[in-house]
């Protein structure tokens, strides 16, 4: 509606009265943002495995899985987690955020999860209270069932709840999870990034150049937004952007495994925070619980400013620091490159600001204990000279973050990219560098001094590669766990994508040893020792590439030289020496513990991988069971693949196999998972007739790579399952 004052003061009235009720009604709409489901009675489901899972009476909150539906205990552990089977599909309903709901179906027995989004998106998870339901056999919620839902899910909101208010400044979070031991922690972090992006449509023309360029990238503390600063030629800004497709506080996880293109919900939200017209460079930033502090500068000057972020669709400015002047006996310009910020002990908080690239760093103390409008002191200032530690190198740090341990000690990270030449500085090297911090209090005819010290303790060599920069855009995130994770952004965005990596902890070891398979993975070095470039494969995402053919994953046919995984017991990797799981098989066993090979060739295994896969150790089911057969000795050539629920071939002159006709009298090797109690027979002769060879079943992977050793070499004719 268009309210404008017209001619007739009557007429004036009553649009002025509909305005003011338009408006009430528009702000009075309850904004639904639930993701937690009840379950009245237990309900069973298809796990993304095909196993059959049963969930329990009880409360559980949903969040999407790479386009499955996870469902998490209230109060329990990620481990107790599961992932179930999903279909996906679209609804009509106004969202502002995910909804989950979970509703009996139009037919008995028949029970629905559906989760929500809100660009019109859902995924839905069907099960039933008697037992499983058999795949694909079942009939989704019509748009006109899932209304009502939505409907009555909307009544049920308390009214205080559909009012908005300010929380009081008490209520925000002004904190970040502490790490129990920050160096044992900063060691796990894996040297190589798993690739993520975002798109970023706003500011035309900017992001284009190095003289406009991201800075420093936060990840925010519910976990599915992030914080990243710009510079343009007419304004230093931070830019919110929501990663809709990813869920949860620890691991986001690749989302261009599949494209480089990353899902359309992982975007810059708008309004883009514009921090200052007046200095227009934005430098590193760090996210404190619900609050985020950001630095700009310009010509030798500077600004510090304060945001509450809590909710990122509606920043809030709370106030700034203005450094015009030099301080702390240093002549340097009091720019500010990069800040930090923590709180301490005594509930007051401390700000670092970085001058230029970092040679002199200027310590602020709040006045109280309220983020929110606290005003601050200067109280130190630190130059590079002062060092200590493993070595005297303080690089020229564009992002440096607190991190506090919870014995309340404090350190510093540090990213930058180390140039030994530098009219090559595309090709240098991406670093992370840990420091302890000390600050020490002295008193002197009543007068109160402060000294830093700042000891430099390890450091971190990353692989960024080309989508990250650590010299223009890193930071620090700690999950609630109090995992240290690493992450760097890309200097520029390409058609409107922004590329950036996740530098995720690895488990030195597992303790309490893993159970659950979809926190699995095996990561894959080029080089001995677990060095150079790697793969990361995930369990949750081994569909999502081409693990057939190793061409077709960054090129790592025939790379493969040191091997770290971490399977639960009665799981196992298989890497296989040609593609499409051919040739040689070797097998990486699960122990639910972190295993590794730092060197293949121990094996007679270096530069030999060209696919793998993910497979149990054991079956007990015929409908588990497969074999595969191969035209040449040593499992090689062409492949007929058998599975149990159809193992029966009458004729093998008839079928076709890799797009060529005719597998009579080919075999010349076999692998087999057959469970106890069956046998797969191969006959000489088609319609199961003449000599036979039987493959026993002992429940697990079982291969002979030369069938003249038993005399029947290209004899194979007809087969099939037998019950023994």
């Known amino acids: 509606m268009i309210c404008t004052k017209k001619q007739y003061p009557f007429l004036s009235l009553v649009l002025l009265m509909l305005c003011v009720v338009s408006a009430f009604t ?31 009476a009880g409360t559980y909150q949903i969040e ?47 029970h629905h999860l559906v989760l929500l989004f809100p660009d019109g998106k859902t995924l839905e998870a069907v099960g039933s209270s008697s037992g499983i339901r058999k795949r694909g056999l079942f009939a989704r919620l019509t748009p006109s069932r899932l209304h009502t839902v939505i409907k009555a899910k909307r009544a049920q909101r308390p009214r205080m709840a ?29 040297t190589h990034g798993d690739k993520l992006g975002f798109h970023h449509s706003q500011t035309p023309g900017a992001y284009e150049t190095s003289s406009s360029h991201y800075q420093g990238i936060q990840r925010l503390r519910n976990g599915k937004f992030l914080a990243v600063s710009g510079s343009t030629s007419h304004t230093g800004e931070v830019l919110l952007v929501e990663m809709g497709s990813r869920s949860g506080t620890t691991r986001l996880r690749s989302n261009r495994l599949t494209s480089n293109t990353p899902p359309s919900p992982d975007r810059v939200l708008n309004p883009v925070i514009s921090v200052s017209k007046k200095y227009t ?43 015009t002047q030099p301080l702390g006996g240093f002549k340097d310009d009091p720019t500010a490159g990069a800040v930090g910020l923590t709180k301490r002990k005594d509930g007051r908080f401390l700000l670092l600001v970085a001058r230029w690239n970092s040679n002199v760093l200027d310590f602020y103390l709040s006045q109280t204990t309220d983020l929110s409008s606290t005003t601050f002191s200067h109280i130190d200032s630190w130059k590079e000279n002062e060092l200590k530690g493993m070595d005297r190198e303080f690089a020229d740090y564009q992002s440096i973050n607190f991190v506090q341990q919870c014995d309340g000690q404090l350190f510093l990270v540090g990213t930058h990219r180390h140039f030994k030449v530098k009219t090559t500085k595309s090709f240098g090297k991406d670093w992370a560098d840990l420091f302890k911090f000390e600050l020490a209090r002295t008193g002197q005819s009543g007068i ?60 030195t070891s597992a303790n309490p040893a893993l159970t659950n398979i979809n926190s699995a993975w095996v990561e894959l070095y080029d080089d001995r020792g677990f060095k150079d470039r790697s793969i990361m494969v995930d369990f949750l995402d081994r569909n999502l ?26 799981w196992q990797y298989f890497l296989f020496e040609d593609k499409n799981y051919k040739g040689r098989m070797l097998k990486l ?19 030999k991988v060209s696919s793998s896969r993910f497979m149990k150790e054991g079956i007990t089911r015929l409908d588990q069971a497969w074999v ?7 499992f090689k050539d062409r492949r007929l693949i058998v599975k149990g629920s159809s193992g029966s071939i009458r004729n093998y002159k008839k079928i076709t196999v890799e797009g060529k006709r005719g597998f009579g009298d080919k075999a010349s090797s076999v692998r087999f998972m057959i469970p106890h109690g069956y046998v797969y027979r191969l006959y000489e002769d088609d319609s199961y007739r003449g000599k036979t060879l039987e493959l026993v079943g002992t429940g697990t992977v079982l291969e002979i790579s030369d069938f003249n050793s038993l005399h029947f070499n290209d004899k194979v004719s007809s087969s099939k399952f037998v019950r023994k």
């Open 162 to 190: 559909q009012l908005r208010t300010q929380p009081s400044a008490s209520a925000f979070a002004d904190s970040n999870p502490c790490v129990k031991n920050v160096l044992a922690e900063f060691r796990k972090i894996r």
């Open 448 to 507: 109160t001094t402060y000294h830093t010290a700042i000891t430099k303790i390890a450091n971190l060599h990353l692989y960024c590669q080309d989508t990250c920069n650590l010299q223009k855009g890193g930071g620090v995130y700690v999950s609630s766990k109090g995992e240290i994770f690493i992450y760097g952004v890309e200097q520029n965005r390409h058609n409107n994508l922004v590329r950036f990596n996740e530098f995720r902890p690895v488990p």
């Open 545 to 570: 590439r081409n693990y057939r053919d190793y061409d077709k994953v960054d090129g790592f046919e025939d790379k493969t030289s040191s091997a770290k995984w971490l399977l639960p017991r009665g």
């Open 64 to 110: 999407a899985a790479e386009g499955w539906v996870k469902v998490v205990p209230q109060g329990g552990s990620p481990n107790e987690a599961v992932v179930l089977e999903a279909v996906a599909g679209t609804h009509n309903e106004p969202l502002e955020a995910p909804v989950a709901v979970s509703v009996p179906g139009d037919e008995d027995d028949v």
């Open 26 to 56: 528009v702000s009075d709409r309850p904004a639904l943002a639930s993701t937690a489901i009840t379950l009245e009675q237990p309900v069973h489901f298809i796990a993304i495995d095909g196993s059959a899972v049963r969930l329990a």
């Open 628 to 634: 595969e057969l191969f035209d040449d000795r040593n």
């Open 589 to 607: 066993a699960g122990t639910g513990r972190v295993e590794s090979v730092s060197d293949m060739k121990s094996r007679g295994w270096n530069d």
């Open 281 to 323: 460079h934005a430098g590193g930033i760090q996210v404190l619980g619900d609050y985020l502090v950001v630095g700009v500068e310009k010509n030798g000057k500077s600004e510090v400013a304060f945001y509450n972020i809590r909710d990122p669709r509606n920043p809030r400015f709370l106030h700034k620091i203005i450094r």
